[in-house]
């Protein structure tokens, strides 16, 4: 590739603070809050026009269970809570206590306002419509960040900066380690139909008529919306064999994904009624696996489901380990109580197994896997963390974690550990991971 050396230039300093998070996911936008309620001055920079990424920009409308597997014991709270609690009472959210896998479905586009209302009511100084554009580093700080939107490109100077791009753009341009797991897990573009099916409907399309429209069998979901009647979300199938940590293969993906999205609504539409509808767009396609960054733990699919107890946790979960085959349209689930199941495409009967069977061990199952604070932690930058699915982890855990109810933790573990650094005055590496479980219980966390 040819290269062209560009001008030194003086870039003016829009924003100085305490914290600056990059990107605003809820994983993003929970770490600045819960540092603004710990008195932090914060900005958060996201480059589409909303907050909530994956959950709005992406309409995935599902955050699974707030309780342990057995349903005794809710072992999440937090700003999670706190935003189904608000949605629940306004009609845009329904949960299904019983049912880990879909517990608590909401409206996407109810969302997107709710967090508005979050980061306004927080006094957070927010960049949308604004990208992560480079680091200026000193020794082994972060002094500042570049950001580049109708303004131009300007510079933001914080005491303590959350990569929380999803990607790991940050950690990227830091030179941080990074690894890819073997088999990426694919991404979807969702939407938003109008009209009422059901799987065996979409299995039947698919299977007598997708090769009209170049649909293959590919496994997929899809669910209510509250307060949306005759309105579903759809993640039916995926866009295969690309990465999209790379801008042309994230370009191609929309693409794809578009044409997947409109394919099936062509089938419905000539096969079951004209009424069926795509009312509304991801704007953003929806990405499940890029790169990962080496931190000071690794998760793995062991203390995961075998529900490893740490002193420093700031994570509780249960959501199972789910991995989205990134080459036979399949996928395989594995439970904490031992049930595996691998399902290929929407018609086939799905394989079903026992993975602690298959291991020896006898028992009692975990009710819930917690994850330590040092995967927050990376051994190079005093005043850096990265938080959410650019984790370091193995392809089992990175299956489980992956999920917004646990991203969103880690997000508040990430503000809270930045809120204590800066009134201790110590690197992030240097924290103690207990006062931050301690600090996260004290402000409303189930820990
Ligand atoms: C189709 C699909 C279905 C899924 N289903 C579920 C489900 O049902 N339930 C569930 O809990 N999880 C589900 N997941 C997984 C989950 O949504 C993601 O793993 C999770 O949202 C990751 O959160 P994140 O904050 O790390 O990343 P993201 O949600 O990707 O957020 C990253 C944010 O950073 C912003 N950003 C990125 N780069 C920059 C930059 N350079 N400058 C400024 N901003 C930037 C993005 O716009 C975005 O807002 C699904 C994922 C997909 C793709």
């Known amino acids: 590739m040819q290269t062209i050396i560009r001008k030194e230039a003086r870039v003016p300093v829009v924003w100085e603070g305490d914290l600056c998070v990059l990107g605003g996911s809820a994983t993003g936008l929970f770490a600045a809050v819960r540092a603004a309620r710990m008195g932090l001055r914060v900005a958060v920079v996201e480059r589409e026009n909303m907050f909530g990424g994956t959950a709005t920009a992406g309409l995935v409308n599902i955050w699974h269970s707030l309780w342990d597997f057995d349903g005794r014991e809710q072992i999440i ?83 303590r900066f959350v990569d929380a791009t999803g990607d790991g753009d940050l950690m990227r341009d830091l030179g941080e380690k990074r690894y890819f797991h073997d088999r990426l897990q694919p991404p979807t573009a969702g939407f938003l139909l109008r009209g009422e099916t059901g799987a065996d409907l979409i299995a039947w399309l698919i299977r007598e008529h997708g090769s009209e429209v170049g649909l293959d069998d590919d496994w997929g979901w899809f669910t209510d919306v509250p307060g949306l009647p005759g309105i579903s979300f759809r993640a039916d199938n995926h866009v295969f064999g690309l990465d999209l940590s ?11 994904g578009r044409r997947r999205a409109f394919a099936l609504e062509t089938l419905l539409k000539k096969y079951v009624s004209p009424e069926y509808g795509i009312v509304n767009l991801c704007s953003a396609i929806g990405i499940r696996e890029t790169a990962h ?41 594995k439970e904490l109580n031992g049930e595996m199941t691998v399902a290929y495409g929407k018609g086939s009967p799905p394989v079903r197994g026992n993975w602690r069977e298959d291991a020896g061990l006898t028992g009692e199952y975990a009710r819930w896997y917690e994850v330590p604070f040092p995967l927050l932690i990376q051994e190079t930058w005093q005043n850096v963390i990265p938080a959410g699915r650019m984790m370091h982890a193995d392809d089992g855990a990175f299956g489980a ?14 503000g809270v550990a930045c809120a204590l650094s800066l009134e201790e005055d110590i690197p992030v590496q240097e924290l103690d991971g207990r006062r931050i479980r301690r600090a996260l219980s004290a402000g409303g966390s189930a820990l």
């Not at 709710?114 to 006094?123: F, K, Q, R, S, Y």
């Not at 949308?128 to 002094?143: I, K, M, S």
């Open 401 to 414: 974690l992956r999920v917004m109810v646990n991203t969103n933790q880690l997000g508040e573990a990430a």
């Open 246 to 256: 790379r801008a042309d293969d994230l370009t191609a993906a929309e693409f794809e």
């Open 293 to 333: 960054y080496v931190t000071r733990y690794q998760a793995n699919e062991k203390d995961l489901l075998t529900g490893a107890r740490f002193e420093d946790a700031v994570l509780r979960g249960t959501y199972r380990v789910d991995v989205h085959h990134s080459d036979d349209n399949g996928i395989t689930f």
């Open 77 to 159: 709270a937090g700003l999670t809570d706190e935003v189904l609690e608000s949605l629940k009472r306004k009609g845009q959210c329904l949960t299904s206590a019983g049912d880990r896998n879909t517990a608590n479905r909401f409206n996407p586009i109810a969302l997107v306002r709710e967090l508005d209302i979050l980061a306004e009511t927080h006094g957070i100084r927010t960049f949308f419509h604004t990208l992560y554009a480079g680091a200026e580093t000193e020794g082994n700080r972060v002094r500042a960040v570049y950001i580049q939107n109708k303004d131009g490109l300007t510079a933001i100077r914080a005491e």
